[in-house]
């Protein structure tokens, strides 16, 4: 059975930063596409970054230069550390293998002053 767990957000001040954790099983996480999506209150699901199996990274253009993402296929985990934390970056985060029917709890990441 596919499980994603999504860890590590929290409350930061604007130009801060947090390190989100996603644990995956259940599926070949190194042959797997990790994706980081997120969503805020009263809007829609959007893509974060995805994380490639040989690491290679992609990203919305909100969060380039900003975020980084990266794994550990040893450890069957995705990370996104997220730095100059905005405002508008407040949501609950996901991680998903791309392409699965099923979501993790998330994780909750509040900018704020």
């Known amino acids: 059975q596919v499980h994603f767990v999504e860890s590590g957000g929290g409350l930061v001040q604007p130009g801060g930063s947090l390190r989100l954790s996603c644990a995956g099983s259940?599926?070949?996480?190194?042959?797997?596409?990790m994706t980081w999506y997120r969503q805020a209150p009263g809007k829609a699901r959007e893509w974060v970054a995805t994380?490639?199996?040989?690491?290679?990274?992609f990203y919305v253009d909100a969060v380039k230069g900003r975020f980084t993402g990266s794994r550990d296929n040893v450890k069957n985990t995705t990370y996104l550390q997220m730095n100059s934390l905005k405002p508008e970056d407040s949501a609950m985060y996901y991680c998903?293998?791309?392409?699965?029917?099923?979501w993790g709890q998330g994780t909750q990441v509040t900018v704020s002053s």
């Open positions: 998903q293998e791309f392409g699965s029917a099923t």
């Open positions: 259940g599926f070949s996480f190194s042959d797997a596409i």
């Open positions: 994380v490639a199996p040989g690491g290679a990274t």
